[in-house]
């Protein structure tokens, strides 16, 4: 069952019904926890698939447990254990291969699993979990087959406010019409735009391998670079779109993981906007301590934009480490960490050299906005080389391009990224400024349920045409 699928939407909606036919948390949590399991039947082999999946549910419960009981120093072994638990489960490749388990197991949605045990772990230690945690509210939490498969990372005060509440949110007819265009917006997103950009990214892929003038492989080129970025985008927030308009459906409010990154006219305003629920949870639980501990041991103010620098870039290179397990990730964690840390360095360093006043004059210029909007999606673009593609492939770019052939591509890149990106933004405001009969003309319900009729026309006329399946969600490798 595809995680963005009409299939896994039917089995959300036919477990939402389930889940509506009691107000009573009791039914609730019951009812979610069920569909839960049976989506991990559904997406196993057999029940020996998932013993390692609950094994390590069961140290973090025990750990989460023993803490809760007044053990707090345990939290850091219990850490640990977790993520060398995680590193084992996911056999990353600096660990020698005899340890690993032999027989095939489930690996689905273990990454996102992670981040909620270890933020259990962490709030249990620093007391900030509002009440104890049963075994039943802690599988329901960390088994959510909304968010079991690529997030987004929800922490478990949110949950619990919606889930456990006596009271829970009303599902009118207005909200169950705002699901819908969610999930109907998320379906064409994965279906019909990821599905032509990755047609495009492999066709460019397939003509670089090609005899041709370096012309044609810088076009190859930044087809290639700009296909990629534009199809992850479609690929992961439509998958998202799909299950926070779901998860409506069951009454729970799912945090947002994007917020038009595109638009984000520096790296750091970027990744606040990609992936926002993991560059939440790193900001929380890495790069504050870690620059808190550094700031207190270095307490020179001329290091300080170093040691935030410094900070970032470890907490960043992380997100590569998280994303696999090969050396390829482990280069793309170091450059998001590193264009972080210049990032960073150029917003506390620009003042100093060109005072306030001039500073906030530059940052205010619609022309150096629109490139730093360029500048921020082509290096964004670079660095996804190495997320999808291994060094043979890495190898082949660089050869058929050479280093004269990839400077043109993201020269191109840049001056096309600041002028259409700049273009985009001014008529997105324009457009949010229409309004009809008193409110914006893209808020209308009637002409929202227009608008998603059409997505719903094309998204089967599309899939009809092009008979092929949907890709698989990129984040349900992680």
Known sequence: MESASLKFIAFACAAALLFNLSDKPAWRTVSL???????????????????????FLLVGYLTIAVIQLGQTRLMGMGVCAIIFLFIWLKQYSFLPAEIFIKFPYLTLGLSFVFFRVLHLIIEAGGGGLPERIGPVAYLTYT????????????RYDEFARDQFSASPLPLRAQEILAAMD????????????????????ADAVASLRQTAPLKGHVLDGSILLVSYSFFL???????????VGLARLFRLRLPENFKRPFSATSFIDFWGNWHITLSTWLKTYVYNPLLMSAMRRFSSRWLQPFLDALALFATFFLVGLWHGRTSEFLFFGVLQGAGMAVNRLWQLLQPMA?????????????????????????????????????WVQIRVFYQELGISGIALSLLSILLLATCLLALWVWVRERAEGILLVGEPVFANPYVRVAICSAL?????????????SAPELTYKTF
Do not use: C
């Open 33 to 55: 926890l069920l569909s839960s399991i049976v989506f991990l039947a559904l997406v196993t082999s057999g029940p020996l698939s998932l013993v390692p999946l609950f094994g």
């Open 143 to 154: 088994l959510n087959f909304l968010t079991f498969v690529s997030g987004p990372i929800q």
């Open 182 to 201: 969610r999930i109907v917006v998320g379906f064409f997103k994965v279906n019909v735009v990821a599905l032509i950009l990755k047609i495009i990214h």
């Open 233 to 243: 985008y479609a690929n992961f927030s439509g998958y998202m779109d799909i299950v």
């Open 354 to 390: 060109l005072g306030r006043q001039r500073q906030k004059k530059l940052a205010a210029n619609p022309l150096y906005l629109a490139i730093s909007r360029g500048l921020t999606f082509t290096w964004f673009s670079f660095t996804l080389l190495w997320f999808w593609g291994s």
């Open 456 to 468: 719903v026309v094309v998204s089967f006329i599309v899939i009809y045409l092009l008979r092929q």
